[in-house]
T-cell receptor, first 115, second 114 residues
Framework: NAGVMQNPRHLVRRRGQEARLRCSPMKGHSHVYWYRQLPEEGLKFMVYLQKENIIDESGMPKERFSAEFPKEGPSILRIQQVVRGDSAAYFC?????????????FGEGSRLTVL | GDSVTQMEGPVTLSEEAFLTINCTYTATGYPSLFWYVQYPGEGLQLLLKATKADDKGSNKGFEATYRKETTSFHLEKGSVQVSDSAVYFCALPFSGGGADGLTFGKGTHLIIQP
C-alpha cells in the first residue's frame, strides 16, 4: 500500500513563475491537508480538503495560492507569481478520518526554491 | 486558540543519555495529543499519541504521558541512539466550525553524538 506521494520533490522557479505541487493521498483516504515548513520554523497549516471541496483554507494566503482536490487525480497546490518568500518545503498529509480522531500520514514533501 | 509550546533546540546528547523534550499545550477540553518525528529529508511520521488524560503513549522506546493538571505531554526516552537524531514535533488537533487539522509546535531538533 503506497504512502502519500508528492511530486516534484524539488522545484526551482524564478520570481513571477507558477509552481504546481501534486499530492496523491494514501489509498482510501479522503482527507487531505497541506502544510508549509519554513526554515527554522514549524509546520504551518494551509488548507484542508475533501474530494471536490475545500473545507478549511484559513491558513492559506488569500492572494496567489489556491488548492484543489478533484474527483479524479491528485490534490494540487498552486502558487502563482512566486516570490522568494514562498521558498519552503510543502508537505501534504492524508487521513482516513478527521485529524482530531486519527493519524495523519505525510508525504516526503516538495521543496520549492524561488530564485 | 489551541496551541502547543515545545522546548527550543537543538538538543545535543551523547548516545545512551536520558532524553526529555518538553511540550505544554493550551486547549479547550481534552484533545488527543501527538508526537511526530521528522528524519532528515523525510516527511513527518507519527511517533506516539494519547487520547485522554493520564494515558501514556509509547513507541520505539519513547514515552509521553498526557497530564491534564500541568497541561503537558513531555517526550522521554531512557537511552537514546544516534538513529534517534531527528526533529520532534508535539501536536494537537484543532477543530470546530468545519475546521480540521493538527497544530504543531515549532519542533525540537535532537542531535545524538556517538
Amino acid at each position: 500500500n503506497a504512502g502519500v506521494m508528492q511530486n516534484p520533490r524539488h522545484l526551482v522557479r524564478r520570481r513571477g513563475q507558477e509552481a504546481r505541487l501534486r499530492c496523491s493521498p494514501m489509498k482510501g483516504h479522503s482527507h487531505v491537508y497541506w502544510y508549509r515548513q519554513l526554515p527554522e520554523e514549524g509546520l504551518k497549516f494551509m488548507v484542508y480538503l475533501q474530494k471536490e471541496n475545500i473545507i478549511d483554507e484559513s491558513g492559506m494566503p488569500k492572494e496567489r495560492f489556491s488548492a484543489e482536490f478533484p474527483k479524479e487525480g491528485p490534490s494540487i497546490l498552486r502558487i502563482q507569481q512566486v516570490v522568494r518568500g514562498d521558498s519552503a518545503a510543502y508537505f501534504c498529509a492524508s487521513s482516513l478520518q478527521r485529524a482530531n480522531t486519527g493519524e495523519l500520514f505525510f508525504g516526503e514533501g516538495s521543496r520549492l526554491t524561488v530564485l | 486558540g489551541d496551541s502547543v509550546t515545545q522546548m527550543e533546540g537543538p538538543v545535543t546528547l551523547s548516545e545512551e543519555a536520558f532524553l526529555t523534550i518538553n511540550c505544554t499545550y493550551t486547549a479547550t477540553g481534552y484533545p488527543s495529543l501527538f508526537w511526530y518525528v521528522q528524519y532528515p529529508g523525510e516527511g513527518l511520521q507519527l511517533l506516539l499519541k494519547a487520547t485522554k488524560a493520564d494515558d501514556k503513549g509509547s513507541n520505539k522506546g519513547f514515552e509521553a504521558t498526557y497530564r491534564k493538571e500541568t497541561t503537558s505531554f513531555h517526550l522521554e526516552k531512557g537511552s537514546v541512539q544516534v538513529s534517534d537524531s531527528a526533529v520532534y514535533f508535539c501536536a494537537l488537533p484543532f477543530s470546530g466550525g468545519g475546521a480540521d487539522g493538527l497544530t504543531f509546535g515549532k519542533g525540537t531538533h535532537l542531535i545524538i553524538q556517538p
